[in-house]
Nanobody, 122 residues
């Protein structure tokens, strides 16, 4: 069974930075995609950033492009989300997720972490 555990969330002022980590344990993927999603109170869960395990190809939501960077360390079975120039609108619970495919749709992801809260104060 695949387990994903996020960490690194917290409170930061607008313009600041945070780095989220997602540790993967159990069965790992040699192919497929790891991604970050976020969900603000009262809103739907939306795609933030994704990366393929095998090739390291990345893709981002327009709302975070140029500010966020997704990366992975296959040896450590860990995926990261570096968040810079944070805005109040980035406040949400951030989830990491995994799928054997390539998608930005939450419904395509089979495995999910528990989420970590990111709060950006203005």
């Amino acid at each position: 069974q695949v387990q994903l555990v996020e960490s690194g969330g917290g409170l930061v002022q607008a313009g600041g930075s945070l780095r989220l980590s997602c540790a993967v344990s159990g069965r790992t993927f040699s192919t497929g995609t790891m991604a970050w999603f976020r969900q603000a109170p009262g809103k739907e869960r939306v795609f933030v950033a994704g990366i393929t395990w095998s090739g390291g190809s990345t893709f981002y939501a327009d709302s975070v492009k140029g500010r966020f960077t997704i990366s992975r360390d296959n040896a450590k079975n860990t995926v990261y989300l570096q968040m810079n120039s944070l805005k109040a609108e980035d406040t949400a619970v951030y989830f990491c997720a995994a799928t054997i495919g390539l998608s930005t749709a939450p419904s395509s992801y089979e495995y999910w972490g528990q989420g970590t809260q990111v709060t950006v104060s203005s």
